[in-house]
C-alpha cells in the first residue's frame, strides 16, 4: 500500500464552524494522520472539538494528534501530540501520554534539534516552513535538502510542514519527506476529499511506514 503522504493540519482559526465537516471530507480522501491545532484557548471549545474529531479519526482508521496539550490528548484519548520547542518537555509528554503514544516535534531548520528531540523519545522529528505559510506567516524558513540530511542521519521519520501544495509537494517527498504537513492547500479547496485523494497520486509516494 502506498503511503498516503497527507498529515492534514485542521487549523481552527481558519476552518471554524466547517472544521468537522472538513475533516471528515479530508478523512473521506483517505488521509491518515489529523492533527488538531486551535489557539483559541477556550478550554470547552477545544475538548468538544478534539472528542468529535477523535470520533471521526477512530471511524476512518486514522490517528488523531493534538497540537501543543499533551493534557487535552490524554482526555479525549488521542494517538498522540506534537509539540513546538516552548510547547513543554517531551520527555514528560512521554511519562503522560506512554509508550505507545506518537509524540512528533518541531525542529525548525536544526538537525540538532531532531538529535535531541530523538533522545527526548520523538516518534517523528518535523521540518520547516519549506515555502511561505498562509497559516503560519511568521515561521523561520527551512531548505529542502534538510530533509536529504535528516533522512540520513536521524532515524526518525521525517514530516515536512509550511506552504506545502500539490504543485510543490513532490520536491519535499524526493528530497525525503515521509509526510506532507499540510493546512490551507488542503482545507480551501473547493473539494477537500478530491484534493486530498490527488496527493495520493504524488510521486515518491512511500511504502507504508509503521510507527
Ligand atoms: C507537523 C507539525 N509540524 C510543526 C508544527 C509547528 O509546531 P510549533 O512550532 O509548536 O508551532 P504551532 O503549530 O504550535 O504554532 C506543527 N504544529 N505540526
Ligand atoms: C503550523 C505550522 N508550523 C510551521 C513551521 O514551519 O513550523 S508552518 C505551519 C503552518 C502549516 O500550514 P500551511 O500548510 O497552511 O502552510
Ligand atoms: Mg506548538
Known amino acids: 500500500?502506498?503511503?498516503h503522504p497527507l498529515y492534514a493540519i485542521a487549523d481552527t482559526t481558519a476552518l471554524a464552524e466547517?472544521?468537522?465537516p472538513a475533516a471528515e471530507a479530508a478523512l473521506r480522501g483517505g488521509v491518515r494522520w489529523l492533527q488538531y491545532r486551535d489557539k483559541s484557548g477556550d478550554q470547552a471549545r477545544r475538548l468538544r472539538e478534539a472528542t468529535a474529531l477523535r470520533t471521526l479519526c477512530l471511524n476512518h482508521g486514522a490517528r488523531l494528534i493534538i497540537n501543543d496539550d499533551p493534557e487535552l490528548a490524554l482526555r479525549v484519548q488521542a494517538d498522540g501530540v506534537h509539540l513546538g520547542q516552548t510547547d513543554g518537555d517531551p520527555v514528560r509528554?512521554?511519562?503522560?501520554?506512554?509508550?505507545?503514544?506518537?509524540?512528533?516535534?518541531?525542529c525548525h531548520d536544526s538537525i540538532a534539534l531532531a538529535q535531541h528531540a530523538k533522545c527526548a523519545g520523538?516518534?517523528?522529528v518535523a521540518f520547516g516552513r519549506f515555502f511561505p505559510s498562509r497559516t503560519k506567516p511568521d515561521a523561520p524558513p527551512a531548505p529542502a535538502d534538510?530533509?536529504?540530511?535528516?533522512?540520513?542521519?536521524?532515524?526518525?521519520?521525517?514530516?515536512?510542514?509550511?506552504?506545502?501544495?500539490?504543485?510543490?509537494?513532490a520536491s519535499l517527498l524526493e528530497a525525503g519527506a515521509d509526510w506532507l504537513a499540510?493546512?490551507?492547500?488542503?482545507?480551501s479547496a473547493p473539494d477537500i476529499e478530491r484534493r486530498a485523494r490527488t496527493y495520493l497520486t504524488l510521486p515518491c509516494c512511500r511504502e507504508e511506514t509503521v510507527l
Open 1 to 3: 500500500m502506498p503511503l
Open 18 to 20: 466547517r472544521l468537522l
Open 93 to 106: 509528554a512521554r511519562q503522560r501520554l506512554g509508550s505507545r503514544a506518537i509524540i512528533g516535534i518541531t
Open 122 to 124: 520523538a516518534s517523528y
Open 146 to 169: 534538510l530533509l536529504t540530511r535528516a533522512r540520513a542521519t536521524v532515524g526518525l521519520p521525517v514530516v515536512a510542514i509550511g506552504g506545502i501544495t500539490l504543485e510543490n509537494g
Open 182 to 187: 499540510v493546512s490551507h492547500d488542503l482545507f
